[in-house]
């Protein structure tokens, strides 16, 4: 698949500070891993899956044996309907950005489900403890 051809970030500060953004071990997620893996649950973090078709998925969390894939969306980046605000300047570049990665989730999610996995996607303001008793409530369905 060829890469859009997207506009550039506003300036050289703002490109500085997108590099700066963590891809994995976000806040949210390491608070999250961290109550699950104190209750006894193993996993795998930032785990490659290859589904059938289709480029490879990486989940945040991933329970391999039961095939759930949890995913921590930040609210900016994946436009939460209820915290996700759109930037009001330069949206040549932001609107085309944020748009693309919904459609991201969403085939990453239909590709996943289609190689047999249950896609579980939790919002970084969703409380850690409630996060992590929905992944608790996920596999005990799986069983």
Same mark, same amino acid.
């Given at each position: 698949?060829?890469k =859009?051809?997207?506009p550039?970030? /506003?300036s050289? *500060?703002?490109t500085?500070?997108?590099?700066? &953004?963590?891809r994995?071990?976000?806040? =949210?997620?390491?608070?999250?891993?961290? +109550?699950l893996h104190?209750s006894? @649950? %193993?996993?795998r973090?930032?785990?490659? #899956?290859? =589904?059938a078709? !289709?480029? =490879? #998925? %990486? #989940?945040?969390? *991933?329970?391999t044996a039961?095939? @759930?894939?949890?995913?921590?969306?930040?609210c900016?980046?994946h436009?939460?309907p209820?915290? !996700?605000?759109?930037?009001k300047?330069n949206? *040549?570049?932001?609107?085309p950005?944020?748009? $693309? &990665?919904?459609?991201r989730? *969403?085939? &990453?999610?239909a /590709? +996943?489900t289609? /190689?047999g996995?249950?896609v579980l996607?939790?919002?970084?303001?969703?409380a850690p403890?409630d996060?992590?008793?929905?992944? $608790?409530?996920? @596999?005990?369905?799986l069983?």
């Amino acid at each position: 698949m060829v890469k =859009p051809d997207y506009p550039h970030p /506003a300036s050289p *500060a703002v490109t500085k500070v997108m590099r700066g &953004n963590k891809r994995r071990d976000t806040k =949210p997620e390491v608070r999250i891993r961290s +109550l699950l893996h104190r209750s006894g @649950l %193993r996993f795998r973090k930032d785990h490659r #899956v290859r =589904p059938a078709e !289709g480029r =490879p #998925v %990486r #989940v945040d969390i *991933a329970f391999t044996a039961r095939r @759930l894939a949890v995913f921590i969306d930040g609210c900016f980046w994946h436009s939460c309907p209820e915290h !996700g605000k759109r930037p009001k300047r330069n949206t *040549a570049y932001w609107h085309p950005k944020l748009t $693309r &990665n919904m459609e991201r989730d *969403a085939e &990453n999610t239909a /590709a +996943l489900t289609r /190689a047999g996995w249950t896609v579980l996607r939790i919002w970084e303001h969703v409380a850690p403890e409630d996060a992590a008793e929905q992944v $608790r409530a996920a @596999l005990e369905a799986l069983l």
